[in-house]
């Protein structure tokens, strides 16, 4: 019996040493393990932070740049309506001038037309032997409806002054007002048989834009800078 119960204690105590060392080695493995983890943990961590920054910062990027370029935007229309507030107030300023100056106005651009078809025609037959198809033909001046019964008369009478010794008087003759009006806000409109100058406001204004809107925009935005 004792020796029983003594190899059954060796044996219990075997078992327990056995336990304590499998234990205290599973105990080892757990804490290795727990330590890589804490570890990998921290890289995880630590790399979720630093793409969590960095998708922060590239928010924060591109939340800027969208910032900047509706600010960009913003300003683009601001410079555009600025640029057309100089042309359509330029293009109001004629239209608000008293009936001698705007036909004086409108006489100028007819004369610039007439004497561009005129020279043209002088042109082509020159250099082309082209001749004169139109030769009997009248240089009509058509005009808006308003501006035909307040200043055409005036208009054709400066346009023959301004063009006095520039052309002949046959050429001038053959000008004349036509009955027929035209739908524009201003100017003129030359007509010779199958030939139109149009030297209408719309016209004008809008070859006047692209010729001067550079400049325009320096003239605007140095001063509209000097004032930020």
């Not at 100028?108 to 005129?118: D, K, P, R, S, W």
């Not at 007002?177 to 406001?201: A, H, P, Q, Y």
């Amino acid at each position: 019996m004792n020796g029983l119960k003594h190899m059954t204690d060796r044996i219990l105590s075997d078992a327990r040493d056995r336990a304590d060392a499998i234990l205290a080695a599973a105990e080892a493995d757990c804490r290795e393990i727990a330590a890589r983890y804490r570890e990998a943990a921290d890289g995880i961590r630590e790399r979720l932070s630093l793409e969590a920054e960095a998708q922060g910062a590239d928010m924060i990027a591109r939340a800027k740049s969208a910032a900047a370029m509706e600010k960009r935007n913003l300003l683009l229309v601001q410079q555009g309506e600025l640029i057309d507030g100089v042309f359509t107030g330029a293009e109001d300023w004629v239209l608000s001038l008293s009936p001698d100056q705007y036909a004086n106005v409108l006489g100028g651009l007819l004369a610039a037309a007439l004497y561009e078809l005129f020279e043209t025609q002088a042109e082509n037959q020159a250099l082309y032997g082209e001749e004169d198809e139109d030769a009997d033909a009248p240089c009509e001046v058509l005009m808006n409806k308003k501006d035909r019964e307040t200043v055409g008369g005036e208009v054709l009478a400066v346009a023959k002054r301004k063009l006095t010794g520039k052309l002949s008087e046959e050429q001038l003759s053959r000008l004349t007002l036509s009955k027929d009006t035209v739908r524009i806000r201003g100017g003129v409109v030359l007509r010779r048989g199958d030939v139109e100058l149009n030297n209408s406001f719309e016209t004008v204004f809008s070859q006047l834009r692209r010729e001067l809107e550079g400049e325009v925009a320096q003239v605007l935005f140095e001063v509209r800078g000097s004032l930020i």
